[in-house]
């Protein structure tokens, strides 16, 4: 018999060639960098038979618990801020780093999850949480004073080096700063988020990443994974929402399928706003429910309690959705003290009360017309992330559907008709974890066809074959590949067009502020690599001085061109994003000079949004910084 | 030419010449050889009667043993003299079984539920704390080993084992004579890792303190 230590050791087909290896990347790498679970995935680029691609993701080292060191694919985006006290000399080390600088992974959620208070998560979302500045020390948001804080930016940077690091000790001959190596990021990502996301790249050495959307890395998985078959699952006309629903955040996209001289063509034409909602927020709907009942009989839970209670509901509603036949599984909670038997409290979870709570409670049936409410919010609110107010998925689903209702009206394939009320997908993809709850993922298709079946349009058909929780990391890898010139490519561009805020140049009139006007300065779809310029609007900007700009963007218009300025827009069409700000470096000029500039807007080969203010009379250029969130 | 070499039994050597020496060493090494010899076999002798002894302990537990490379080279070091094939009992890891132990406790309450007194409680109250017991062994057998059936045939059905057929996944029972091919009914369908994943320790950890106390403050 052969005994493996790990299951995944990686067998290396190809010897490493010494003269090869550093001219050119040897791997594809995909970095899943998800809210609650980090995965890479990495596929050789110099494949023997390129209908044969393969790939393998990589088993992640990581402390379990102090001092037990475990391989897993996915290293849990948490990271902990122990008391100096609190762990043993020696119990932290890693095989590549006898004190690493921040604990992450498996240990870092074990650890949170008894002392919630030095337990940063959620670190990605508040990377597009407009209002916060991401680079100073804010996590863990409720810690008291003396826990040492770190930023949404650096927590990104530590599960990102814990990766890199990993990979260098799993291959020590392939530095993967040499590789080609994409970074996911939501779809919903803004400029900033995503200016932040390359600079942690940067960070841990990571220069060249690149930056993919992760509905259309499911997508490039779904591809990859049928084999060449997608071409007969995929028709010209087709319209494919994906669907991602994650452990914290739901993202969604629409890809047209289009045809050029014979061949299919995907361009990402819509993608959706940042909603925070997901598969914890369903565990916890569920612990909350078992908790009332165990209330009202007269027994009351404590924090860790209720904890144990959401780990145990989440495991309880995989095995009602994955066996139809079981009907009620018994839920205990443990006693914390060595006596088992004696104090521990027995409930249990129905499967009445999972369709209710989740089947019905975050996948309604709704009209196509409904929108998700939202409450004001009151006055006095502790700084934490914007989580969704409207649970349910369905309704959020409707709102983006309906809005986006004339995205594809440029494409000629696909027809739109004049009755319709909502852009009406052909072919859904289901991507996240959520959706490996087949009631769900049922629930969910029937609620789309229901929208379409209402305006007699045929019912959407579920593209198969997708690994839900690996297929954001898997398609990255691949899309590295197929960027050598050996696949078909999504186009898309930037997700949305921007804008400045100018005022409008108008008499003052006393009581009123003059009145804003937004001025495109990148429209949408943008692609990568390509730049715009907007020579007829200047700014006399003074050296030394910071400016500030408001700062626009719009997920729905389409038409609007660089130069193109807004009196009025409708309410939901243009959101506002972080203030964006100029500062002119005094190099060579006097403090206090007023020089005119014009503003270009460039998307990078890397994936990210560029300003720059450029002076008419030398060409010199300044960069514009996006983070400068404000932190009131 | 008519020199007689007389054989004098009882002379002693006055002088020490080379040819003594190479007689002596001769001497001695083959008596070295006889010793070794004698000692191998004695080895062998013991071995054999403690191997069917071994056999019977459970093939799982001394399979953690593959990681205890660096203590099989401390018994070997023992052994000094090229000895015909020296066989060396493994010696199970002392930190592998701990491993488990407290992996057991840790997802299963393993320790807990069998220190526990049982007797003071009612079934149901047992059984509750059952399920965290079973659960947590579960996963913890899941996660960290894979095991498969020895046999893949349904129980209960009739079996021919060939010729040279594996004694040590194939236990006989009952009726053994005559010679193989032997054809008899599979009782239990065995059980066997295939592969182990077991988490590493870092150099300092103290596997001995299968679960730590725990202080809120």
């Known amino acids: ?632 | 030419m008519n020199t007689l070499y007389t054989i004098d039994l009882s002379l002693k050597p006055t002088t020490f010449d080379l040819w003594h020496v190479c007689l002596a060493g001769t001497v001695a090494l083959l008596t070295l050889l006889l010793i070794i010899l004698l000692v191998g076999l004695l080895l062998t002798a013991l071995r054999c009667k403690k191997k069917s002894l071994a056999q019977t302990s459970d093939a799982a537990t001394s399979e953690p043993a593959i990681k205890i490379v660096e203590k099989i080279v401390e018994v070997e070091k023992v052994v000094q003299a090229p000895a015909p094939e020296p066989i060396i009992l493994k010696e199970a890891s002392s930190d592998a079984a701990l491993q488990l132990l407290s992996l057991l406790q840790q997802e299963a309450r393993f320790i807990d539920f069998i220190k526990e007194d049982i007797s003071t409680y009612e079934d149901a109250e047992i059984g509750i704390a059952t399920r965290v017991v079973h659960e947590g062994c579960n996963k913890v057998l899941n996660e960290h080993f894979t095991i498969a059936p020895v046999r893949t045939e349904q129980e209960g059905n009739k079996i021919t084992l060939p010729k040279g057929f594996d004694a040590a996944a194939v236990r006989l029972t009952g009726n053994i004579v005559g010679s193989a091919p032997f054809t008899g009914t599979l009782v239990h369908k065995g059980w066997q890792v295939t592969q182990i994943r077991l988490p590493k320790l870092t150099q300092s950890h103290n596997a001995a303190i299968l679960a730590a106390a725990e202080v809120e403050l």
Not at chain 1, 88 to 99: D, V
Not at chain 1, 293 to 310: D, F, H, V
Not at chain 1, 505 to 515: F, I, R, Y
Request: a negative charge; hydrophobic letters at 40%; one cysteine or more.
């Open chain 1, 1 to 632: 018999m052969d005994y493996n230590e790990t299951e995944t050791s990686v067998t290396e087909s190809q010897a490493p060639e010494p003269n090869t290896a550093l001219a050119q990347p040897k791997f594809s790498v995909g970095i899943d960098l998800g809210t609650t679970h980090c995965v890479l995935s990495y596929a050789a680029m110099h494949q023997t038979d390129d209908d044969q691609y393969q790939q393998q993701t990589m088993a992640i080292p990581q402390l379990a618990s102090p001092g037990v060191v475990e391989e897993n694919v996915q290293l849990p985006s948490f990271l902990y801020q122990p008391h100096e006290a609190e762990l043993a000399e020696g119990s932290t080390s890693l095989p590549w780093s006898a004190k690493p600088a921040f604990l992450v992974g498996a240990i870092a959620r074990h650890l949170g999850g008894k002392t919630p208070i030095r337990l940063v998560a959620s670190a990605k979302s508040w990377l597009c949480h407009a209002g916060v500045d991401c680079k100073s020390p804010i996590l863990p948001a409720e810690a008291p004073e003396e826990i040492q804080r770190v930023s949404p930016f650096q927590a990104t940077t530590a599960y990102l080096q814990h990766l890199c690091d990993a990979w260098h000790y799993l291959h020590p001959e392939a530095p993967l700063a040499k590789q080609d190596v994409v970074i996911t990021v939501p779809a919903s990502f803004d400029p900033a988020a995503r200016e932040l996301t390359v600079e942690a790249a940067k960070a841990t050495g990571l220069d060249h990443a690149l930056l993919l959307e992760e509905p259309q890395a499911a997508l490039y998985s779904w591809i990859e994974s049928s084999h060449g078959d997608w071409r007969n699952q995929a028709q010209c006309g087709d319209v494919i929402l994906v669907v991602d629903i994650g452990g914290g955040t739901t993202d969604l996209s629409l890809i047209a399928v289009t045809e050029n001289e014979g061949n299919l063509e995907l361009t990402r034409v819509a993608v959706g706003d940042h909603i925070l909602l997901g598969g914890d927020n369903m565990d916890l709907a569920l612990a909350y429910s078992v908790k009332a009942k165990l209330e009202n009989q007269g027994k009351r839970l404590e924090s860790w309690q209720l904890q144990a209670l959401t780990h145990s509901c989440r495991d309880a509603k995989e095995k009602i959705f994955n066996n139809p036949d079981i009907d009620n599984i018994p839920l205990v909670i443990a006693n914390r003290s060595s006596s088992l038997i004696g104090g521990s409290l027995r409930t249990e979870l129905t499967r009445n009360v999972v369709s209710t709570l989740l089947v019905d409670g975050f996948f309604p049936q709704v009209a196509v017309t409904d929108k998700p409410f939202s409450r004001t919010r009151t006055g006095l609110r502790t700084a934490g992330l914007p989580y969704a107010q409207d649970a349910a998925i369905t309704r959020h689903l409707a709102a983006f559907l309906a809005k986006q209702l004339n995205a594809t009206s440029e494409l000629k394939a696909i027809h739109s008709p004049e009755n319709a009320t909502f852009l009406r997908p052909t072919a859904v993809l289901f991507n996240g974890g959520v959706l490996k709850a087949q009631s769900l993922a049922e629930r969910l298709m029937s609620v789309i066809n229901s929208w379409l079946a209402a305006e007699q349009a045929p019912a959407a058909r579920l593209l198969s074959g997708a690994d839900l929780d690996l297929a954001v990391a898997k398609g990255a890898a691949y899309y590295g590949y197929v960027r050598k010139g050996k696949g078909v490519r999504i186009k898309g561009g930037t997700a949305a067009a921007y804008y400045v805020g100018v005022e409008s140049a108008m008499p003052a009139v006393p009581g009123m502020s003059p009145e804003l006007q937004a001025l495109c300065i990148a429209p949408f779809g943008m692609e990568e690599g390509t730049q715009e310029e907007l020579p007829n609007d200047e700014f006399g900007l003074v050296i030394g001085e910071p400016v500030r700009f408001r700062f626009f963007g719009s997920k729905t218009r389409r038409e609007d061109k660089v130069g193109t300025r807004l009196d009025h827009w409708g309410e939901d069409e243009i959101s506002e994003l972080d203030e964006i700000e100029i500062t002119l470096s005094e190099e060579g000029r006097r403090p206090g000079e007023v020089v005119p500039v014009h503003l270009c807007a460039a998307v990078t080969e890397i994936g990210t949004l560029e300003l720059h203010a450029v002076s008419k009379k030398d060409n010199s250029r300044w960069k514009v910084e996006f983070d400068v969130r404000s932190g009131d």
